[in-house]
């Protein structure tokens, strides 16, 4: 059964400073998809990623980049320079071949503080 | 802004009640999905339409169901509320049938059951 696990329940950092989401997933797959989805407090579910299970390849977007790493089944995400507009709950989930849902984990809540 | 449209954006009734939720997907979208979020259950999976045909379920009620009409759009209809079943339900739309397809997330629907 495909699980997803992030151990940071709550991370709070002070503006400027890195800070790195952990994300841990367990699937018997080969093939799956790894996503991370934020939402600030206005609630809505915004799509940050997507990265396959093929692609190894660590991604840089802005102040966001994401390390994939398939011995240790973590996708862990790194926010530089933290902003205040950064402050939300990060989720990262999981879909595997052959399923449809994507599985998430708990999230982890980052305050960042001005 | 996904594309994704829900209404309403909130929902306050009582228990016994039922109320339909509504969503419409991005243009050109097939596949629909309903996830509800809760405080202890988190982001969890219902179920999954695509072009008019249930695809997928999860964990959903059997005092829950769901249909996707011919333009796409999906109705979620919850009956004989429980207060438990106050949460957050989200609707998200992708693309086609496939697990690699990413999925965009709308606004929400926020139920109270009081």
């Known amino acids: 059964a495909q699980k997803v696990t992030q151990a940071q329940t709550e991370i709070s950092v002070v503006e400027k400073e890195d800070v790195t989401l952990d994300c841990v997933y367990e699937t018997r797959d080969t093939t799956y998809y790894l996503f991370w989805y934020k939402q600030p407090p206005s609630g809505e579910l915004v799509f940050l990623i997507r990265r396959n299970s093929f692609d190894e390849q660590n991604e840089i977007s802005g102040r966001y980049s994401w390390n994939f790493q398939k011995s240790t089944s973590s996708f862990n995400f790194t926010i530089t320079a933290s902003q205040v507009v950064d402050s939300a709950v990060y989720f990262c989930a999981l879909s595997e071949a052959g399923s449809y849902q994507l599985t998430f984990g708990k999230g982890t809540k980052l305050s960042v503080i001005p | 802004d996904s594309g994704v449209t829900q209404t309403p954006k909130h929902l306050i009734t009582a228990t016994g009640q039922r109320v339909t939720l509504r969503c419409s997907p991005r243009s050109g979208d097939l596949s629909v999905y309903w996830y509800q979020q809760s405080l202890d259950q988190g982001l969890q999976f219902l179920i999954q339409?695509?072009?008019?045909?249930?695809?997928a379920k999860g964990n959903i009620l059997e005092r829950f169901s769901a249909q996707q009409f011919p333009d796409l759009h999906s109705e979620l209809n919850l009956s004989s509320l429980e207060l438990g079943d106050s949460a957050l339900y989200f609707c998200a739309s992708s693309p086609k049938l496939g697990v690699s397809d990413t999925q965009y997330f709308g606004p929400g629907t926020r139920l109270t059951v009081l």
């Open positions: 339409y695509y072009n008019g045909e249930e695809r």
